[in-house]
């Protein structure tokens, strides 16, 4: 076995915590039940990365089998890796009928049309998710296993979720290949970027709880919740405040739990607008600045903040918008015209 | 001569300073910098020894220099900014001078007048530390001034209030046009998920808003800094609804320094560096007195 490879499965294997390691080895199905029973899944992660590297070296294992247990480990861990948005367009009407070996085969030969030292490997999973790991390589070296771009393809639809890793230059190629084997036209990069692949997956098919805009809004049904503090001593202020706040942020955010984004980001080119009587900047050109929100949840962080009374309700819909939209990353200008305070972005 | 000294101001900048208050030091003589240098080499060297080891391992000898920095003050009663400087010295080569520095930390006194006017006479006022390396080395040497010097060190955190003093003041300083941008950002901590806004404005533009607010030049009132800071406010609230008077600023960043609440300084450029240090020596006094 190649040395490159022992050390490529040994690495991977470290990357597993270490009451996972036999869970995934099985998943993998490249050692037998019988070699796992050989390993002894209680000692140091160490040990038992060596003695995986030793049955795979009796197995004989190349880079391709390695590959896949590093495709079995993204799929269970894909939050290490930062996933951007694409989607592919196409002229006609018509949707052909998927073939998987078709597109398996053209992505294949549109890669190494162009670049001979690729590695490619494919994982079907049940949800009609393609996962595919490409090793970069150039012309004149081979593919560098840690150097890798992962591509998450619906096939019944037309996004593509990629995690394009340090070598943006392939970025191109990729995206190329993706389109000629799905027979798309193009493909364009969504301005939607997080950790959380399922949260992704969540905005851009529409499976969060959304809001549903009725034309008069209901008030807030009987609900279980749990009785107010007894004790008639202690009074509410501003209860009704409270209340239309609640249900403000309800009616905006729905009830369901939040997709998971780390940030957004707001590039404002608009006008600075103050009170005259202030005597302050009054220039025609934009005031340029350049936001960014973080929070490990930034959604449920951005619903937290009218009810903790640092914002007010409704949030304005620059924030709100960010599942609907389907994007993080926006470029605010003025809008011209009729309302001179409402924004557009493109 | 100039030079030197040029070189060794470089040296304050880009790096990432710890600030802490000191109160007066006794019986400090700016004529003694190289005994105290040996005797401060002697403490780590016992500390070591008690087990107190900074690195595990391999015995590396720790060189200590203590010197003055005499351009580094506001006006003549200030005292000369003392530096101390730790390398380590690996023993393969004693003579060889392989030497890394690990260490450093200085302590100056911009402008400090209205602390310095009234000490007794053997007081030295330094009441400004900046210290960059690793907080075990920060600890033997503070023990060690304080040991030796009756003196005491308190880290000094920023509030809100000085750092909308300071993007104010260095927003209206003037750069040249690769100016980085006024960075402001805020804390929201006490929510079910924790939230960052980083705001940053374009250096010209924020220079413009300022240039309209401030009506004296050379002088800024605590009403200017005010109506300048709810002027980026409001901005942001007009765009997100957000009140970012209710938030937590941490920290401000410019293109002339940056300052975090923790008390950690950066100088980014050296003709503002006096002012800034300035600033930072009245922050200390009043931690002080």
């Not at chain 2, 380590?88 to 911009?110: D, I």
């Not at chain 2, 960043?253 to 800034?276: E, M, N, P, R, W």
Request: proline share 5%; glycine share 4%.
């Amino acid at each position: 076995m190649d040395e490159t490879v022992a050390e490529y499965i040994r690495r991977t294997v470290l990357k597993i915590p270490r009451d996972e390691i036999k869970t995934m080895l099985q998943k993998w199905g490249f050692l037998s039940e019988a070699q796992l029973q050989t390993i002894n899944f209680h000692q140091i992660k160490d040990n038992i990365s060596q003695d995986v590297v030793q049955l795979c070296e009796e197995n004989s294992a190349d880079i391709k089998q390695a590959a896949e247990l590093d495709i079995i480990y993204n799929h269970i861990y894909p939050n290490k890796r930062v996933w951007s948005v694409y989607q592919m367009n196409k002229t006609g009407e018509e949707t052909d009928f998927f073939d998987l070996t078709e597109f398996k085969k053209k992505f294949k030969r549109q890669l190494r049309s162009a670049l001979k030292n690729v590695t490619i490997n494919f994982r079907e999973y049940e949800d009609n998710a393609i996962w595919i790991r490409i090793a970069w390589g150039t012309p004149y070296r081979k593919p560098n296993q840690y150097k890798t771009s992962y591509v998450v393809y619906h096939s019944q639809t037309p996004y593509v979720f990629i995690s394009a890793s340090v070598l943006k230059s392939n970025l191109p190629l990729l995206c190329q290949a993706l389109v000629v084997a799905s027979n798309y036209c193009d493909i364009r990069e969504m301005e939607l970027r997080s950790h959380s692949l399922n949260s992704l997956k969540d905005i851009v098919f529409k499976r969060y709880s959304q809001n549903f805009q009725t034309y008069y809004p209901r008030p807030l049904e009987e609900r279980n919740v749990a009785p107010e503090n007894e004790d008639l001593r202690i009074i509410q202020e501003n209860r009704n405040e409270k209340e239309r706040i609640q249900r403000v942020n309800q009616q905006i955010f729905g009830d369901g739990p939040q997709p998971k984004l780390e940030f957004a980001q707001y590039k404002l080119e608009t006008m600075f607008k103050s009170d005259p009587k202030m005597d302050v900047l009054d220039k025609k050109e934009p005031f340029r600045c350049l936001v960014k929100f973080s929070s490990p949840h930034l959604l449920e962080s951005l619903k937290s903040l009218a009810p903790a009374g640092m914002a007010d309700a409704p949030l304005s819909p620059l924030l709100t918008c960010i599942p609907q939209k389907a994007r993080n990353y926006f470029k605010i200008r003025e809008k011209k015209g009729v309302f001179p305070g409402s924004f557009v972005s493109p | 001569q100039g030079n030197a000294d040029a070189q060794k101001i470089a040296f304050l900048l880009r790096k990432q300073w710890t600030l802490y208050s000191v109160t007066p030091l006794y019986r400090f003589s700016e004529a003694h910098l190289r005994d105290y240098a040996r005797l401060l080499s002697a403490f780590i060297a016992a500390e070591k020894q008690k087990g107190l080891a900074v690195e595990v391992g391999v015995e590396l000898d720790i060189k200590v220099a203590v010197s003055s920095l005499p351009d580094l003050k506001g006006s003549d009663q200030d005292q000369a900014a003392v530096l101390v400087q730790l390398s380590l010295r690996s023993p393969a080569s004693p003579k060889n001078s392989e030497e890394k520095l690990v260490w450093s930390g200085w302590f100056c006194c911009v402008s400090g007048d209205h602390l310095s006017e009234t000490l007794p006479e053997d007081f030295t006022c330094l009441p400004l530390f900046l210290a960059n390396g690793a907080e075990s080395y920060t600890s033997i040497v503070g023990s060690w001034f304080q040991k030796t010097f009756d003196c005491c060190f308190r880290r000094l955190a920023i509030s809100p209030l000085n750092l909308s003093w300071m993007a104010a003041m260095w927003t209206g300083c003037k750069v040249d046009k690769t100016a980085s941008a006024i960075e402001l950002v805020f804390s929201v901590p006490c929510l079910p998920q924790p939230l960052d806004i980083s705001y940053a404005i374009h250096p010209e533009d924020a220079k413009a808003l300022w240039d309209t607010v401030q009506k004296t030049p050379g002088e800024i009132t605590q009403e200017e800094v005010d109506v300048f800071m709810d002027c980026l406010y409001s901005h942001f609230h007009r765009h997100f609804k957000i009140h970012l008077s209710a938030t937590k600023l941490v920290k401000v960043s410019t293109a002339i320094a940056s300052a975090h609440c923790d008390g950690i300084i950066k100088f980014l450029q050296s003709q503002y560096l006096t002012g800034v240090l300035m600033l930072l020596t009245e922050l200390a006094i009043s931690q002080i007195q």
